[in-house]
């Protein structure tokens, strides 16, 4: 079941999302513009792109509460109407930001066996919830900023 509008994932695609997070992304692995955004594409291949797309839309009703489901994602189209790839702010990166990067390299199927233990856990699960929510919040925010 989806805890987004279908709309949404048709305006903040797979290619929108990794470019938003492709900043943070590369900032905080060291990597190059291309090798974050081939990783980021590759994690938001996995189930990671719905979870991703569930805070997002989480995060904008928070923001913007007295806009209905059409106002929020007609903002969204304004915002991405004109490049609609435009890499993302500089974050600072957080514990929240940190467990998200985790997951989507676990997702990438770039990260070590000994982190894949470290987020199977309980508090492992709780990090992965506070990166996601997180991410979805900077997302949101990013998505919204057109007007």
């Known amino acids: 079941m989806l805890t987004y509008p279908p709309r949404l994932s048709h305006l ?3 290619a929108v999302l990794a470019a938003k997070l492709r900043r943070a ?6 990597l190059s513009d291309d090798e974050a955004l081939d990783r980021l594409e590759k994690a938001l291949s996995s189930s990671l792109l719905a979870q991703l797309l569930s805070a997002v839309w989480t ?6 509460p007295r806009l209905s489901e059409a106002e929020l994602l007609d903002r969204v189209a304004h915002t991405l109407a004109d490049r ?15 467990a998200f990067f985790l997951l989507a390299d676990i997702r990438a199927n770039v990260a070590s066996d ?10 492992g699960s709780k990090m992965a919830a506070a990166g996601l929510a ?4 900077y997302v949101a925010a990013e998505l919204l900023r057109g007007r």
């Open 12 to 14: 903040a695609t797979r």
């Open 114 to 123: 000994a982190a894949r233990r470290v987020m199977e856990t309980e508090q």
């Open 59 to 64: 995060a904008m009703k928070e923001l913007k």
């Open 84 to 98: 609609p790839l435009r890499p993302g702010r500089k974050v600072a990166i957080s514990p929240g930001w940190s």
């Open 134 to 137: 997180e991410a979805g919040r």
């Open 25 to 30: 992304f590369a900032d905080a692995h060291a």
